[in-house]
């Protein structure tokens, strides 16, 4: 009776029920180990809290992007990680997609030797385990970079030697109004550019939208540079002596040799995937797209950015976005080679000296659910602009 | 007729909860050691060491651990067991260690671990003693022309490990002497060596044994020296679990047993012959005189059976600590009436 009821006549019902269940299945397994966690640090004298947050975390981090020393809280050390975390991840998906698009162009060349060189860099990377990559770039460049004294010198402002990157430290006065106006700068091409589709679109009408941009993005701050007394002035690292044989620099900005290994091994790791990515786009356009373009007039620039391009795109964005994730989440083995991001840092320093694995686990957890699911967000909005548009 | 199967769920979900609080809930607070009688049930004694130190707890090439962490182990693995090699081995890295114990995967912790407020305090654990009294120093290279700590100026790199007390005792110390620095910790010690000895950092700071222990794996172990400074105490000890006391006092007295041993003169070699002993101070060692392993539920030959399969404190440190050139003087390691700080309340 009841399930005649159910089956037939209350769909509503009959899709709701085994949703239901599941739910409180899987609610009740998650209630079951969290009492019986809770019961057992209750047995053992440990405490449940996150009150640990705000302590003195009394370690120092190597870098940091904000202030931070061991006088600031755990809270802060996480932050910490978590921009280092990004910073490693955002510098590898940039260098990641280049040189990914770059790959998977030249695996396609009529060029024997680019096709086949492309090739086989696709195939070493692709097949060797990212860890062992990571520890190759990082000691391969400790091994192969010169100690401070001898370090690789750039016209004498920049040095890059087994201690670090030393670069020129920007120090700016009015950065304020500078960053507006680049703000400013790009609010006004979005303008240009949607007056130049307008042009496009009802008059025919080309315009260089590429060259008026990039004046705009130029002459914006340079005005401010003229007549809003922003100025920028450069401080150069310096060789310092700190006993007979030991030598560091000081002054200027130090990009640690683990971030630089970690950069490399992430991006040169996952370009050969978003390679094949793009090999398969470009391959998935159909000649006849190309040749029919060609028919109409439109030159090689053209068909590639007008014809090929957009429809490539559909078939690269879903699975590049996979592979962005990927990298924000390898870039956890940064603990290796003393990369401070969010694992070293928080799930690594701060669980040890709190002792507070349940609470930073599920946080460290947490943070890279939500890095994950603002890439996906992301990327599923890029992909549906990419979308075909049906009318 | 919905909301009756509703009411059914709802049932269902709230004796589930009630089934699952009711299993959490039993357990600690009773007077039996449950620690034991798993041990018992088991057969060996879950221990859990540190993933390669030379002289602490290191695997040979055929995975046999040795060292004198490991031989805390193997005490505790005599008394209860009868058999000194009864003991299965976790290696684990310094984040995982106090997780390890405190949820059951091992029931001794003997991993040079030191000794806090914090830990002791605050995450359920429980230090039973110190088996070696260390303190954290600096390893720097022979030709830079560092000769003490005074010497380290602002801008130095330090390599070290985290999750250690070594980061924190590394920033007291750089900020007491108000020099700035840079700290390198990498997860493994292998790795921290191996940045130190391509020149990543400017000195190695860890526990001066560890330092000692280290220095062997260098590519050219003469070329770098320890300095003379120890800028903290680190009281290595073993650990277990907060809440089972009989446990507790096990693994205690089972270290105390082998200190108390070379006070007393009592090896491995000549324990069974002093079984007659004028001396009830060894004849309580022994097990010749007194009831004390009834205290844990033991018979009276455990502290004789440690004696025998493990050796004396003396003997342990010499065999894997001096006779490996790691630290040849015993220092503060010492019996107190040696001019050392080994000291064990009496076994009585």
Known sequence: MIFKKFNIENKKARDLIPQAITVLALLSVIVYFATNAQINMGNRGISFGFGFLNQEASFDITFSMIEYDGSHSYGRAFLVGLLNTILVSVIGIFFATIMGVIVGVSRLSDNYLIAKVAEWYVEIFRNIPLILQIFFWYF????????????????????????????????????NIFLLSIIAAFIAIYFINSYATKQREQFGKQIPTLIISFLTLILIPLITFLFLGVSLTFEYPVLKQLSPTVFTYAGGVSIIPELIALALALSMYTATFIAENVRAGILGVGKGQKEAAASIGLNKNQILKLVVMPQ????????????????????????AIAYPDIVLVFAGTALMQTGRAIEIISITMLTYLTLSISISIFMNWYNKKMAIKEK | MIKSIKTWILVGFASLLLVACGQGGGGAGSKKSKTLDNTKKAGFVKCGVSQGLPGFSNADEAGNWTGIDVDVCRAVAAAVLGDADKVKYTPLSAKERFTALTSGEIDVLARNTTWTLSRDADIGLTFVGVNFYDGQGFMVRKNSGINSVNDFKNGISACTNTGTTTELNMRDFFNSKNISYEPIAFEKADEVVAA??????????????????????????????????????????????????????????????????????????????????????????????????????LDNDWSLRIIEQVGNYGESYKKHIADTGILPNRGPNQLWTKGGILYVPPAR
């Open chain 1, 140 to 175: 391969a460049a400790l091994r192969a970079l010169p100690l401070p004294e001898n370090g690789i010198s750039f016209y004498d402002i920049s040095f890059l030697t087994i201690k670090g990157w030393y670069v020129p430290k920007f120090i700016w006065t009015n950065f």
């Open chain 1, 312 to 335: 490539a795109l559909r078939i690269i964005i879903p699975p590049t976005t996979n592979q962005y994730l990927n990298l924000t989440k390898n870039s956890s083995l940064a603990a």
């Open chain 2, 196 to 297: 130190y000895d391509a020149g990543r950092c400017d000195t190695y700071t860890t526990d001066k044994s560890g330092l000692a222990a280290q220095r062997t794996k260098m590519s050219n172990p003469d070329e770098h020296k320890v300095l003379p400074e120890t800028i903290s105490k680190e009281p290595l000890g073993p650990v277990v679990r907060q809440g089972d006391a009989v446990w507790e006092d096990i693994v205690r007295w089972s270290l105390n047993t082998m200190i108390e041993a070379e006070e007393y003169g009592v090896n491995s070699s000549n324990a069974s012959s002093l079984k007659d002993s004028e001396n009830p101070a060894i004849k309580r060692l022994v097990g010749s005189e007194g009831e004390l392993g009834a205290a844990f539920g």
